[in-house]
Structure formats: structure tokens, C-alpha cells
T-cell receptor, first 118, second 112 residues
């Protein structure tokens, strides 16, 4: 149980275009979803936290107009990287927390999406 | 000083060795302590969590928390090549809904 999927797993796009990444909780309702980015050999950096039906809370230094987050349902959150640039190339990972009956602090992570901007 | 520090490694050990992974932290308010394992190009998966101080054992894994020293450890007994991964510690405050703070991770290689 508690499976989180991400789509796509890998995407290459041209500079200036927008890319949407989906994060889905497959077998539980995710009241809160988190978006992280991870550069090679570095740890997870939290970008934003979103609760279903409300606006996302962005971490300091993260441009909310560039990284659009929508948490429209209890099983789906999307991250759209707008006007992507090569420096946005990274590994984007989502996690979900919800009513699974397990450890209340548990965050279930998706497999990640590798974004390459050329 | 970073909020959570962890030796990035890489740490190479022979199969069967006991592995010790550690994190130190600066915020004494942290109450929940987690260890995640992350294989290359995959999302992290939770290995163990501990509330406050003490030890917790699960199979070959033992987690220790020493709040007085602001130091946590993960021990892996009888290490296997399949344990080769990056191990991330994470911490959370006492209130539900607080975000996790992750350490930078330690890369472990268990050599057959």
C-alpha cells in the first residue's frame, strides 16, 4: 500500500517551453503533497507544500510564478515548470502524506522525474 | 551551520560488515527522526522512524537517537550488496504538519 506515482519519469524539453509533472497517490488520499528537487549527489530540497484545494506554500527562494503547483484532488498534484531554462534541469520528486493509518509523519515518495532542459 | 549534517561518503564496506551511518543536528526541538534509503534515480523509501530518544530495531537495522548530543545513528548488520544506496536522515518537529528537514545523505557501497 501507500504507492505514489509520477509521470513522466524522464522528460527533455527545449529552453523556453513549459513542462508539467504529475504526482498521484494510488491507494490512499493525500491531504498534503510536497515537491522536492534534488541535484546530483545532493539532498532533497523542499520547493513547496500543497494541501488539497488550497494554494501551495512555497519555500523561500522558490519562484511561485515559475513553478506552478496545483493540488486539485486528494490523489493528484501537478508541478508545471514554466519557461524552463537549462538551470532548471534536475530531479523532481513528490511525496504525499495522508490518511493511510500508518505513521502520521510518513511521507510516501514518488519515483521522481528527471527533467533535462536543452 | 547547516540544520542537519551528514557525512556524504562515499562509504565502502565489504559484504557482511556492520555499517554505521550518522547525522548531527542543531535544532533541539526536533522530535521525530527518520532514515530513508534512496537507490540511484529513485525516490526515497522510509526505513525506520523514531520518536524522541532511544533505540529501535527492525531486522538488520537499528536506529539510535541521542537527543542530549543531537546525534542519530543507523546501524546495518550483515550488510549486503543490495544495501548499496544513499541513506538520508530526516527530522521533524513535534507538531503535525511540520515539514521534514533532510540531511544531505551518505552514499554506501557494499562490496561483494
Amino acid at each position: 500500500g501507500a504507492v505514489v506515482s509520477q509521470h513522466p519519469s524522464w522528460v527533455i524539453c527545449k529552453s523556453g517551453t513549459s513542462v508539467k509533472i504529475e504526482c498521484r497517490s494510488l491507494d490512499f488520499q493525500a491531504t498534503t503533497m510536497f515537491w522536492y528537487r534534488q541535484f546530483p549527489k545532493q539532498s532533497l530540497m523542499l520547493m513547496a507544500t500543497s494541501n488539497e484545494g488550497s494554494k501551495a506554500t512555497y519555500e523561500q527562494g522558490v519562484e511561485k510564478d515559475k513553478f506552478l503547483i496545483n493540488h486539485a484532488s486528494l490523489t493528484l498534484s501537478t508541478l508545471t515548470v514554466t519557461s524552463a531554462h537549462p538551470e532548471d534541469s534536475s530531479f523532481y520528486i513528490c511525496s504525499a502524506r495522508g490518511t493511510t493509518g500508518g505513521f502520521s509523519y510518513e511521507q510516501y515518495f514518488g519515483p521522481g522525474t528527471r527533467l533535462t532542459v536543452t | 551551520q547547516k540544520e542537519v549534517e551528514q557525512d556524504p561518503g562515499p562509504l565502502s564496506v565489504p559484504e557482511g560488515a556492520i555499517v554505521s551511518l550518522n547525522c548531527t543536528y542543531s535544532n533541539s526541538a526536533f522530535q521525530y527522526f527518520m532514515w530513508y534509503r534512496q537507490y540511484s534515480r529513485k525516490g526515497p523509501e522510509l526505513l525506520m522512524y523514531t520518536y524522541s530518544s532511544g533505540n529501535k530495531e527492525d531486522g538488520r537495522f537499528t536506529a539510535q537517537v541521542d537527543k542530549s548530543s543531537k546525534y542519530i545513528s543507523l546501524f546495518i548488520r550483515d550488510s549486503q550488496p543490495s544495501d548499496s544506496a544513499t541513506y538520508l536522515c530526516a527530522m521533524a518537529l513535534s507538531n503535525y504538519g511540520q515539514n521534514f528537514v533532510f540531511g544531505p545523505g551518505t552514499r554506501l557501497s557494499v562490496l561483494p
